[in-house]
């Protein structure tokens, strides 16, 4: 029912109230009804007037019959018609601004009253303008961007990225802001990475992706706001090495980023108003926070466009998973400085300390790659044309002008540089909260080639990768990672029991398998 008819009906249920609820014998409501008709009131439309008899008894009627919303005034037989202007005036309004689409309404009632000698309200004629789809939008003069949907078929198609203020942390006793770094998959609204960090930058967001990838691979597009640290040579070059397609927002047209603006409210309202409303917490313990409630509460509530829960999605939209060598992707995101090795100590300068190199790159200038998470003990020189030349590694000038050799003086009691190392690791950890990525998890023990090679010859196949089609090589590609423990005992096993030697029959056969186990 609608507010409006819901009004009539309150207003008519108050005027009959005495007989509804019975505060009358039923022998005086024909009496109570005769004086209700002599009473002047004030209807719901502002009119004043007085109920006629008839109407009093058909709406007790009404509500005796069908109830409470039979008491709401019945809608004109002829609602969403036009009552004071004939169908032929209306369609040659719509003639005149389809054949002109920049034509107003002055200018069409014009011709309406030159025509048939009347003129129709601005907001009448565009209402039935609208419903004949006799508008300039429709008609083509209004040009707007067509707005894609940011969601796509599978799970891993489309990352989008961003940065949001956080609650703010102790430090060393004092509150310190945070900020949310988030990556979430467009498909199925599940937050790949996402956590709070003292900074903003590019060290962060490097951060933030390496942790995705080393749990769900890489994405085929990574969609990013505009700001000055998403076109950072670094970013852009390694999603080029992964072949990541690295999209940005057009300037000043926020709507395509809608999926991590809402996913950010949510946190807002779900999270963070938690968060703040108890003790300040240290970023360690924010964070512990923020994954179970990742995990116990966003990814397992149904999501109220989808109509799944994220967790649910994405395991359902999953078909490949884009695995990349953990130490390559790192190294793609590696900084590197133009440097000229000095002369006389076979040295190179980076951020005011100095690395060692080989003496036979004396006086060239070389390219200096290094590891901005890391601790600087170490950095990789190359050519300038791309060749590994060897590492330089972190030393102190000898006095004499000579260049360093080989052999290390004595080592002394106390060691200065392991000092300064040790702190510099604890500042960079305390700061950035960043991943140890020597830390990082192998991949499995049967690699995916292996698979392949090992199913081909089972097909009497030769070959690995070459003996299928890509259509093939997705299915076995899938049936991998669906099965952790799979190895070449378990693959066999699956084959020969296999009722035909397909690439579906033997997934049957690994299925049935795990039920079994568990």
């Given at each position: 029912m609608r507010p409006k008819d819901e009004k009539w009906a309150v207003f008519w249920c108050g005027l009959l109230h005495p007989i509804l609820f019975e505060e009358i014998d039923a022998s005086e409501t024909n009496q109570y009804l005769k004086g209700l008709a002599q009473k002047e009131v004030v209807f719901p439309d502002g009119r004043e007037g007085k109920p006629s008899l008839s109407t009093l008894r058909r709406k007790l009627n009404c509500y005796r019959r069908k109830g409470f919303t039979a008491l709401a005034r019945r809608p004109r037989a002829d609602r969403g018609k036009a009552r004071s202007v004939?169908?032929?005036?209306?369609?040659?309004?719509?003639?005149?601004?389809?054949?002109?689409?920049?034509?107003?309404?002055?200018?069409?009632?014009?011709?309406?009253?030159?025509?048939?000698?009347?003129?129709?309200?601005?907001?009448?004629?565009?209402?039935?303008?609208?419903?004949?789809?006799?508008?300039?939008?429709?008609?083509?003069?209004?040009?707007?961007?067509?707005?894609?949907?940011?969601?796509?078929?599978?799970?891993?198609?489309?990352?989008?990225?961003?940065?949001?203020?956080?609650?703010?942390?102790?430090?060393?006793?004092?509150?310190?802001?945070?900020?949310?770094?988030?990556?979430?998959?467009?498909?199925?609204?599940?937050?790949?990475?996402?956590?709070?960090?003292?900074?903003?930058?590019?060290?962060?967001?490097?951060?933030?992706?390496?942790?995705?990838?080393?749990?769900?691979?890489?994405?085929?597009?990574?969609?990013?706001?505009?700001?000055?640290?998403?076109?950072?040579?670094?970013?852009?070059?390694?999603?080029?090495?992964?072949?990541?397609?690295?999209?940005?927002?057009?300037a000043g047209d926020p709507s395509p980023g809608g999926l991590i603006e809402a996913f950010f409210r949510t946190t807002q309202e779900g999270f963070e108003a938690e968060a703040r409303k108890g003790d300040i917490l240290e970023l360690k313990a924010l964070n512990r926070a923020f994954s179970a409630w990742l995990e116990m509460d966003y990814h397992g509530f149904e999501h109220s466009e989808i109509k799944q829960t994220p967790k649910e999605r994405y395991s359902d939209g999953l078909t490949v998973i884009r695995q990349v060598d953990l130490n390559e992707a790192h190294a793609s995101f590696m900084r590197s400085e133009h440097r000229r090795v000095h002369r006389d100590f076979a040295d190179v300068q980076l951020d005011k300390r100095l690395y060692r190199v080989d003496p036979k790159l004396r006086g060239d200038k070389v390219e200096v790659r290094y590891d901005p998470f890391g601790i600087l003990g170490t950095v990789q020189i190359y050519s300038l044309d791309g060749h590994y030349l060897g590492e330089g590694v972190l030393h102190h000038r000898q006095s004499g002008g000579t260049p360093a050799t080989d052999e290390a003086p004595g080592k002394p009691k106390h060691n200065y540089l392991d000092l300064l190392v040790n702190e510099h690791e604890e500042l960079l950890d305390a700061k950035s909260c960043g991943i140890d990525y020597r830390k990082i998890t192998r991949q499995r023990a049967w690699p995916y080639t292996d698979f392949v090679k090992t199913f081909a010859h089972l097909l009497g196949k030769k070959g690995g990768l070459s003996a299928f089609n890509a259509g093939e090589l997705e299915a076995l590609k899938k049936l991998y990672n669906r099965d952790a423990n799979l190895d070449k005992r378990r693959l066999q096993r699956a084959f020969a029991k296999a009722q035909y030697k397909t690439i579906v029959y033997v997934a049957y056969e690994l299925r049935q398998q795990t039920q079994e186990e568990e």
């Open positions: 004939s169908s032929e005036a209306l369609a040659f309004a719509i003639e005149l601004k389809c054949e002109q689409p920049r034509r107003s309404h002055k200018s069409i009632n014009r011709f309406l009253n030159e025509r048939f000698g009347v003129t129709v309200p601005k907001s009448t004629l565009y209402r039935h303008l609208r419903a004949a789809g006799a508008t300039r939008l429709k008609l083509g003069i209004v040009r707007k961007p067509v707005r894609k949907r940011w969601t796509r078929e599978h799970t891993h198609d489309l990352w989008v990225g961003d940065f949001e203020e956080g609650p703010y942390v102790l430090v060393d006793g004092e509150a310190t802001a945070t900020h949310l770094s988030a990556f979430i998959d467009c498909h199925s609204r599940y937050v790949v990475e996402a956590r709070y960090y003292l900074r903003q930058n590019l060290d962060i967001l490097i951060d933030s992706l390496l942790r995705a990838f080393a749990v769900h691979g890489v994405p085929k597009q990574l969609y990013l706001d505009n700001a000055k640290v998403y076109h950072a040579k670094a970013l852009k070059a390694a999603c080029c090495r992964l072949h990541v397609n690295l999209i940005y927002r057009p």
